[in-house]
């Protein structure tokens, strides 16, 4: 365990890269236990192969709002080869990523968000009516929820949706490092890359030739949608090009699910694994938006991120050279036991109180666009679902074999 084949053919030991053995099936379902023992929750740690990696939260937090730290656009050294493309803001640094995240959030505005919350409580009825017995909540709830919201706001065709699922898996286990996958799935990756911005190619042009009509409740000057905005956004003259419209698309269409497929299966299996907690949700549903907080931080979707020194530094007593790339276990720093109390134990009420922010959705200039998005999703979906008699099978559970992603390939239970 521990030895994949890399692109060019020999095995690389991935424990010796990371400090841990991912392909470890205890890994697998419990990671925070195999974070811990790497001793870096005081500060940083070195793997065998000269990775800094930390599970500290203060350095984490530090990390992710210093501008000295960010994403090498020349390369990714051990962890991924150059980039032969057009980048989203989600991997580029200030003055692109500052510029590209002014433009899109222009039209992913908060009150676009709000706007959708009576479609989201829609669609979770929809998704549960009629169901009962024995149900794949994965496949019932969790996925579609976000896949349909995400491709109505970019106007994609119902009947197109099928076609995401492939692109987006094979997008979505890219997002781990190149070392991890085979030669195969790292085809796979750039294909799905390049066949969603061929498609969101088409749809551009569509879109510029016949605009849509208004979301409901729109105001009158409103953009007409999530795609019709990014279209028409400029500030001050300036635009999105062509090929950074269709790198934002794609970002918006696979982050704008993939994390909340896992938020809400991630979320409903720790509730239905904790009966206690699980009946202080269905008596305080008032207090999702706390609940949610609590799950995101337990257990979240996001494990960990990559960043580089831009600068010598100095983190936590260590000094850094320009261009050292230190890991940050996000997912570990959410239970930093300096910083959050008892932090295996689940507390619904932890968010009702001052509990410090998790960092599942990241910190600093990078911080989640679709943060908001996603806690509407969870909140709605969870609620509304533990209004239901809901049970696990008692079949045996298996995670996907992403590292960055971490979420349920399925999750059996039976629907009173």
Known sequence: MGNVTGTSGPAIDATAILGFDPFDPAFRADPYAHYRRLGADAGLHRTGAGLWITSSYEVCERVLRDPGFGHRPESGGVWR????????????????????????????????????????????????????????????????????????????????????????????????????????????????RAEFAEYFRELVARRRAAPRGPLPAAQPDAPSDLLGALVAVSDGGDALTEEELLATCVLLLVAGHETTVNLIGNGALALLRDPAQLAWFRAHPDAAPDAVEELLRYDPPVQLTLRAALEDTEVAGTALSEGSLLLLLTGAANRDPSVFADPDRLDLARYGSDAPRHLSFGHGIHFCLGAPLARLEGRIALRKLFERDVALTGEPLHYRENLVLRGLSALPVTLG
């Open 81 to 192: 080869e150059p980039a032969a493309r057009n980048r989203s803001f989600l991997t580029l640094d200030p003055p692109d990523h500052t510029r590209l995240r002014r433009l899109v959030s222009k039209a992913f505005t908060a009150r676009l968000i709000e706007r959708l919350r009576p479609r989201v409580e829609d669609l979770v009825d929809e998704l549960l009516a009629g169901r009962s017995g024995e149900v794949d909540l994965i496949a019932a709830l969790a996925y579609p929820l976000p896949v349909i919201l995400i491709s109505e706001l970019l106007g994609v065709p119902p009947e197109d949706r099928d076609r995401f699922k492939g692109w987006s898996d094979a997008l979505a286990r890219g997002l781990d490092p190149d070392f991890l996958l085979p030669p195969d799935q790292l085809a796979e990756r750039d294909e799905a």
